[in-house]
């Protein structure tokens, strides 16, 4: 059902890169290509040890998406001898993950560099210096600069013209280095009030309950969250809640995905986990949204931020026609307005695009595609799942 025919293992294109760069031994061979890529590292100056490019290319380990791998990512890209746009291209096309946090002054220093045409060696003297000046920055804020949203803050440096504007930038703006992303917390915040079920919800579901009565049409209107909706625009009952308060993240999830992930392999298969077991591409299970991450996304990856933030996104864009009675202000779902509004809330967050290549994205691109988006995607989830479909 899932198209994945551009999904590549990392080496792939790292490999096709080295090509560009004057890789002419086997494409197939560990040793050759690790040596051709370390060489390059020694003349950048930039750390790095065979062994971990012999796993690049092996296959046997993709960089991950945690801070660690995230600086090596960027470090691979100054050895490369990228420009800015190559870089954010290869983080959203062949890493997978967001390009620059800058609200991490590494990362910021990174971005600054990349888009001036400096080196490894000159970020690592500009980062020192901007590090000296966080440390000696003074703790009260009063007469400081606003904190700057993230994507406003790289649109900032990317349009800095001198080492001693970005550190200047740095020293008017030091609060903006110390908090998360202020974009993505603002626009989850808006996606699950509008998708999730409500306190009043739960206290109108408990009043029916008790009194046994079904809900007229005002009733319906009454409730806030999406997935409330959408479960009573087919369920006349309470029977298969299953005891879980509708305001909940679990009733959420149940709904969103149409089967109680957690609850399923608890009853059906004990001792397997979705993350383990379900037949998805590794980088899709990988921090695949579940109720942990929702309760404290703040420290979530910002891969995994990214796969919630595309969840919601893909559901309430396709369940608001259905379930909300007065759709005047509810243009028509379509696939291109789908896509087209999904990289336009991922831009505004400063997230890559949807894209093929990216084995989570596929899910909800192939799901889009068809007459019935959301019952498309529930039919992927519960084939992933299903022990007795093997």
């Known amino acids: 059902m899932i198209n994945t025919d551009r999904i590549q293992p990392f080496y792939i294109p790292l490999t096709d890169i080295l090509r560009d760069r004057g890789y002419t031994e086997d494409d197939q061979d560990v040793n050759a290509r690790a040596a051709f890529l370390l060489d390059m590292y020694q003349k950048a100056q930039v750390p790095i040890s065979r062994n971990t490019l012999k796993d690049w290319f092996s296959g046997r380990r993709r960089p991950l998406f945690e801070n660690p791998s995230r600086q090596k990512m960027h470090e691979l890209c100054f050895v490369l001898e990228f420009s800015y746009d190559q870089v954010r291209d290869f983080f959203d096309r062949i890493y997978l993950c967001r390009s620059f946090n800058c609200r991490d002054i590494r990362e910021a220093v990174y971005c600054y560099c990349f888009s001036k045409g400096r080196n490894y060696a000159h970020a690592l003297s500009l980062l020192k210096q901007a590090e000296k000046i966080l440390e000696d920055a003074p703790t009260a804020s009063q007469g400081r600069a606003p904190i700057r949203f993230t994507n406003a803050m790289e649109e900032d440096i990317i349009h800095l013209h001198s080492d001693q504007e970005f550190l ?153 026609e259905k379930v909300m009675k ?54 992927i989830i519960w084939d992933a799942v299903d022990v007795d479909g093997e």
Request: hydrophobic share 30%; aromatic share 16%; net charge negative.
């Open 326 to 379: 007065d759709r005047t202000h509810i243009p028509p779902a379509t696939y291109t307005g789908y896509v087209d509004d999904a990289n336009d809330q991922l831009a505004t967050c400063n997230y890559g695009p949807l894209y093929e290549g990216n084995p989570y994205d596929v899910i909800f691109l192939e799901s889009a595609k068809t007459d019935q988006p959301l019952d498309t995607f529930r039919d």
């Open 168 to 320: 200047h930038y740095v020293a008017d703006n030091p609060e903006s280095f110390c908090e998360y992303n202020q974009t993505i917390k603002r626009e989850m915040d808006y996606l699950l009030e509008r998708i999730q079920g409500t306190r009043e919800d739960e206290e109108l579901v408990n009043l029916h309950r008790k009194t046994g009565a079904g809900f007229s049409g005002s009733d319906y209107e009454k409730f806030h969250g999406l997935v409330v909706r959408e479960y009573f625009l087919y369920n006349d009952t309470f029977h298969d809640l299953k005891g879980l308060n509708v305001s909940s993240t679990d009733f959420m999830l149940a709904q969103i995905f149409g089967i109680d992930l957690p609850g399923y392999y608890k009853t059906e298969a004990p001792g397997r986990s979705f993350s383990k077991n379900a037949r998805l591409h590794d980088l899709a299970k990988l921090n695949f949204p579940n109720k942990y991450k929702f309760s404290d996304f703040i420290k979530t990856s910002f891969d995994g931020v990214r796969k919630m933030f595309v969840l919601l996104h893909f559901y309430m864009y396709f369940v608001s």
